[in-house]
């Protein structure tokens, strides 16, 4: 679960806690717990980005 390579996230001081969130988020949605799934995007965009799903896995995009 990586946001596409113009992302920049994995360079963000919370690149770390961004990753383990993408995981997480990826279990919630495999066992359609989409409640825990919005409470992760919630905490991702606190962080300061978006995710987005795509048919090739979540991307992440920096919010201005």
């Excluded at 946001?3 to 988020?25: C, D, N, T, V, Y």
């Amino acid at each position: 679960a990586k946001g596409g390579p113009a992302s920049g996230w994995e360079s963000s001081p919370h690149a770390k806690e961004i990753a383990k969130l993408l995981e997480e988020r990826g279990l919630a949605r495999k066992n359609k717990d989409f409640k825990k799934s919005d409470e992760i995007r919630g905490e991702i965009n606190s962080l300061g980005y978006e995710v987005k799903d795509t048919p090739q896995g979540p991307r992440l995009h920096q919010l201005s």
